[in-house]
């Protein structure tokens, strides 16, 4: 065996251990990284939209990136001052809700041979049951550490966010001029570049939009049937389409779980919230979103696990939010990388749909060798 066979298993094993150590360096240092991944998705997000006002509407790049992130920002604020409400308006009317909360529970207890207590309250009830207590309490200073350091940072995602789309216009031109000297590999990286940007880009405004419309579709759905918090519950599943199947999955049994609590004992209404956002899931996720994107960026299931876990341990709840994008962005570099083209196969749902990137001078070439040969 040649030195050039010993080469790539030996680069693989070292990039194995490397993807270790940025995990780890990734974890220590959440409050510098995490911000600065959020800005890159959002740059990315929003560069069609500023695109399509410079060259359609012929607003200047500038003014168009400030036009963005001035509506980031209102919507951010609309939607803090909606879900900031709604969440102490739930408070205020729990009392309301006690007495179904107490009345399903007790079905639970009788039939799965659960301590039930009629003098206490439900949370007293169900605080000793399966360790739920300290489950909840866990999640609760997860999400709400995560979310008061987002808020925290937001200022500073949001300046990220408008460098970065104004520097995304100049990419190509930075390539060029650094690698002048480069010959092929000038060529080569552009091309590159432009592709994996361009797919990246893709990726991520349709996952977005798809999103907001599962969003909106899901808040129109609820309102129908006048369940409590509507635009709770579309939020809820805008942030968590972005994590397939199991986000989707959760959405919909929090808020049919609601639907119960409020409309008990009368079934229709939940029958309707539990249909409906279904039916949206699955249309959009599963017909909509794939016809739209044109080709399959999806991973293994195995791969959605895996990522879960993984970036759900560096980042917490964020992390899983962003473990699919982030996954699907590495995914998209490597098949575009001759020599981590396997990586992808392996991160990849459909292998025969994974197929290498080549510029077009690579065809080029390939085709007039291919040519020679056959004559």
């Known amino acids: 065996m040649n030195n050039t066979e010993y080469q790539r298993p030996i680069l693989y094993v070292l990039l194995f251990i490397g993807t270790i150590i940025l995990g780890a360096v990734l974890k220590t240092t959440a409050s510098v990284f995490l911000p600065i991944v959020i ?24 003014l168009g990136t400030i036009l963005v992130i001035l509506t980031i920002i209102v919507i951010i604020g609309l939607l803090s001052t909606i879900i900031g409400t709604s969440l102490s308006t739930i408070v205020n009317q729990y009392p309301k809700y006690e007495s179904k909360f107490m009345s399903i529970y007790k079905i639970f207890a009788e039939n799965l041979n659960l301590t039930f207590n009629e003098d206490q309250t439900f949370f007293q009830n169900i605080w000793g049951q399966l360790k739920i ?89 609820v309102a129908i049937v006048k369940l409590d918090f509507a635009i709770m519950w579309g939020f809820l599943a805008f942030v968590l389409n972005f994590i397939p199947t199991f986000g989707s999955i959760f959405s919909v049994v929090i808020t049919t779980i609601f639907a119960l609590l409020q409309f008990y004992p009368n079934p229709g209404a939940v029958i309707f919230v539990f249909i409906a956002l279904t039916s949206i899931n699955m249309i959009l996720g599963n017909v909509v979103e794939p016809r739209i994107e044109g080709k399959d960026l999806g991973l293994s ?75």
Request: hydrophobic share 50%; glycine share 4%.
């Open 133 to 221: 207590r300290e489950y909840i309490q866990n999640i609760a200073l997860s999400f709400s550490g995560d979310l008061i350091s987002i808020t925290k940072n937001l200022g500073m995602i949001l300046l990220l966010t408008a460098f970065l789309l104004l520097e995304i216009n100049n990419c190509k031109e930075k390539i060029i001029v650094a690698f002048e000297n480069s010959g092929k590999t000038q060529n080569r990286i552009v091309a590159l570049s432009k592709k994996t940007i361009t797919d990246v880009v893709r990726f991520l405004s349709i996952k977005f939009f798809i999103s907001f419309a599962t969003g909106f579709l899901v808040f129109i759905s």
């Open 301 to 375: 299931p195995f791969v959605i696990l895996v990522s879960l876990t993984i970036w759900g341990w560096i980042w917490g709840f964020i992390g899983m939010i962003l473990a699919v994008p982030l996954t699907v962005i590495l995914k998209i570099i490597c098949e575009n990388v001759e020599f981590l083209h396997g990586i992808a196969i392996i991160l990849g749902n459909k292998p025969s749909e994974t197929k290498l990137y080549k510029s077009s001078a690579e065809e080029n070439t390939e085709t007039k060798v291919s040519n020679t040969k056959e004559q």
């Open 39 to 62: 800005a890159i998705l959002l740059s990315f997000i929003f560069y069609p939209i500023v695109k399509k006002m410079n060259t359609k509407f012929k607003i200047p790049w500038v």
